[in-house]
Nanobody, 126 residues
Framework: QLQVVQSGGGLVQPGGSLVLSCTVS????????YGWFRQAPGKEREGVSC???????HYTDSVKGRFTISRDNAKKTVYLQMNNLKPEDTAVYYC????????????????????WGQGTQVTVSE
């Protein structure tokens, strides 16, 4: 199995909500920082949100007030709650992890393939 596995996503109407999840096969899930990234066709990948190992959260301006990142260490799962979705949120969303918060909070994500989820499509449309 993959080290980082995503679920959720799909087609939703504007204004609707979705929850993405990211399960990790590690006993030390709380030692990592986790980030959510997204990439639309023809566009650069962008960071959406991240949560540090100390629980601090960060969001890109376009999703502030609409998205919430959280994690459940017991379930080894990181979530992205997405509310009031807009068509411009349409993209493939990726979960990623790193021991270093800057890599997922201020950088372009980790180098290691095993540190990324497989991606899940989110489409916001009527």
């Amino acid at each position: 199995q993959l080290q980082v596995v995503q679920s959720g996503g799909g087609l939703v109407q504007p204004g609707g909500s979705l929850v993405l999840s990211c399960t990790v096969s590690t006993f030390a899930v709380d030692y990592y920082a986790y980030g959510w990234f997204r990439q639309a066709p023809g566009k650069e990948r962008e960071g959406v949100s991240c949560i540090d190992s100390d629980g601090s959260t960060h969001y890109t301006d376009s999703v502030k007030g609409r998205f919430t990142i959280s994690r459940d260490n017991a379930k080894k799962t990181v979530y992205l709650q997405m509310n009031n979705l807009k068509p411009e949120d349409t993209a493939v969303y990726y979960c990623a992890r790193s021991f270093f918060a800057n890599i997922v909070c201020n950088g372009e994500g980790p180098r290691g393939k095993d540190d990324w989820g497989q991606g899940t499509q989110v489409t916001v449309s009527e």
